[in-house]
């Protein structure tokens, strides 16, 4: 029997993770003592992984695939194969940037006015690079937390800080002087196990199953009858995610109309097919999705 040890990400990706794996169909149990969970597929091993040292542990083949950022996998500079983003909402998850920050009053106010200063964060090789790239010799340090702190009490010069709207770093008295780097969530694999047929068949599997289920999230299936002489004004209603599906009824001039649609529109688009003559209409709920 094939076995996939796959890296979970711990810490903040963790219970949306365990929480897709589940709408993919397979069922990871953790525990509080135990970075090893279980799952009702004997073909899968979880590890629970810090996002910070995923892609090194699949580059290394301790593992043959796992979920983390862009940001850390070009932080360690690891070769790993980038299968897929993992879409866990409308947008991309955590489609994050890492931002350079200073005081909201400081004179500094471009990029190159770093010179010579010093800079906390926990991007620490990334950042040297890009300051390298860019011609800036200063002073990159480390930051455990609370990097944002460092900079308002004079700790530091800036701060490079992972950020999806910029309302904490405002609400910190922060402003925005250059971004470092965009980052998504990624499902990633070691090379040699993609070599390997069987597992190479394994790690697709899951990433299709994962797929449908992220497609899946935020839509509702909706069925409903139609008089035939009602369907084009009915399916001009219809914010169809695909042509609806259109099958005969038994009962003359009827037809049967299936779709799948945004649940958000549900409320609007329900009563508008009613009015205009849809008759036993059923809105159930999606697992998956493939397109």
Do not use: H
Not at 145 to 170: P, W
Not at 193 to 202: E, G, H, L, R, W
């Amino acid at each position: 029997m094939t076995k996939i040890k796959i890296g979970i990400p711990k810490g903040s990706l963790q219970e949306k993770t365990i929480e897709i794996f589940s709408k993919a169909g397979f069922n990871i149990y953790t525990s509080s003592r135990s970075y090893f969970p279980s799952a009702d597929d004997p073909e899968l091993k979880p590890v629970l992984v810090r996002a910070q040292d995923m892609s090194r542990y699949v580059e290394e083949g301790v593992l043959d695939c796992g979920i983390t950022g862009e940001d850390w996998i070009l932080e360690n500079n690891s070769k790993v194969l980038r299968l897929s983003e993992l879409m866990y909402a409308k947008k991309t998850l955590n489609s994050v940037r890492w931002v350079i920050a200073v005081r909201e009053d400081s004179k500094i106010n471009k990029i190159n006015q770093l010179k010579g200063k010093r800079i906390a964060t926990e991007l620490v090789k990334y950042t040297k690079k890009f300051f390298r790239k860019n011609k800036i010799d200063l002073d990159v340090e480390f930051s455990w937390g609370a990097t944002e702190v460092k900079v308002k009490s004079g700790l530091v010069d800036a701060i490079v800080e992972l950020t999806e709207t910029g309302q904490s770093l405002r609400a910190n008295g922060l402003k925005e002087i250059g971004t470092i780097c965009e980052s998504v969530t990624k499902f990633i694999a070691n090379k040699e196990s993609y070599k390997n047929k069987q597992k190479k068949k394994k790690i697709d599997d899951i990433l299709l199953l994962l797929r449908s289920a992220l497609n899946a999230r935020g839509k509702v299936g909706l069925k409903l009858n139609i008089k035939e002489k009602d369907l084009n004004k009915i399916i001009s209603l219809l914010p169809a995610l695909k042509k609806p599906t259109i099958s005969s009824l038994t009962l003359k001039n009827w037809v049967a109309c299936e779709v799948i649609l945004e649940e958000k529109d549900v409320r609007k688009i329900i009563p508008l097919l009613k009015e205009n003559g849809a008759q036993g209409i059923i809105e159930y709920p999606l697992n998956k999705v493939l397109y």
